[in-house]
């Protein structure tokens, strides 16, 4: 498995895990890992996930067409 696989791994682990520590015991299980091998493989993913999904935007206005006039 390379690294890549591995990354595309963890984001999906990332986005179901309810909490840290089931993420990294998930990790640290799957891919026999030290506690701080997860960390340092998980960390930077969960930074770029933040910045990749940031929290949507809420709706404030309905934006309006405005009509052009024929002459």
Known sequence: M???EIDKF???LISVAKTEEQLYKDAMKKFSWTQRQAEAAIQPLQ???KIA???PIKKTAKLVK???KKT
């Open 2 to 4: 390379n690294w890549l």
């Open 10 to 12: 963890l984001y999906g």
């Open 47 to 49: 930074a770029r996930a």
């Open 53 to 55: 999904h940031p929290k």
């Open 66 to 68: 405005k009509r052009s």
